[in-house]
């Protein structure tokens, strides 16, 4: 069936055509106490189990419902929907000149549209630009974890344990 948890991917290109700069946003399913964002895979598995569990009736009544009232309807209350801002990446050669923030100010934009009123990301603690723009944005950090994270090296593909920052910010 269609996907439940929306999610964009944001391009930007320079006057030739090419891509200069991108960024994702999507929907995640997250705890709220502890900030800690699920795999797409898990967020929806959890939402239709949820809605699975409901009967006939009431699934009919919700099923077209937004997807936040849906949400509140079959999670758990520690449980909820959050956007999160990921993978920005800008060319080297257009770093310094604004292009991040504005990705992310179209992240932000796309998550108000879909009726949220805040944004999670991750950056890895050692990326002090990423933070440092993040931080300028008004992102702070609300939970610092060790975070299983997987590199394409030259040869092979390495998993290593990385210090990860989520960082949370309340959109106007």
Same mark, same amino acid.
């Given at each position: 069936? /269609? ?15 090419? $891509? ?6 999507? $929907? ?13 895979? =898990?967020? /929806? ?6 809605? =699975? ?7 009919? &009544? $919700?099923?077209?419902?937004?997807? +936040?009232?849906?949400?509140? =309807? ?55 630009? =990423?933070?440092?723009?993040? +931080? ?6 609300? %939970?610092?974890?060790?975070? %299983? +994270?997987?590199? $394409? ?6 998993? /290593?344990?990385?210090?990860?920052? +989520?960082?949370?910010?309340?959109? &106007?």
């Amino acid at each position: 069936g /269609e996907r439940k948890l929306k999610s964009s991917l944001i391009i930007s290109r320079d006057d030739g055509g090419n $891509i200069n700069g991108c960024v994702g946003v999507e $929907i995640a399913v997250a705890n709220k106490q502890s900030c800690s964002v699920l795999s797409r895979d =898990a967020g /929806e598995q959890l939402l239709n189990s949820g809605l =699975a569990s409901l009967g006939g009736r009431q699934r009919g &009544l $919700i099923r077209k419902a937004p997807l +936040t009232e849906l949400a509140s =309807a079959v999670l758990a209350p520690d449980m909820g929907l959050i956007p999160v801002l990921s993978n920005l990446a800008v060319s080297p050669a257009e770093r310094g000149r604004g292009l991040g923030r504005s990705l992310c100010a179209a992240a932000e934009a796309a998550a108000r549209g879909w009726g949220f009123g805040e944004m999670l990301l991750l950056v890895e603690a050692g990326n002090a630009p =990423a933070q440092a723009l993040y +931080t300028s944005l008004g992102y702070q950090v609300v %939970k610092t974890a060790d975070v %299983k +994270t997987v590199r $394409i090296g030259a040869a092979e593909i390495e998993s /290593e344990m990385v210090e990860t920052l +989520t960082m949370a910010k309340q959109l &106007l």
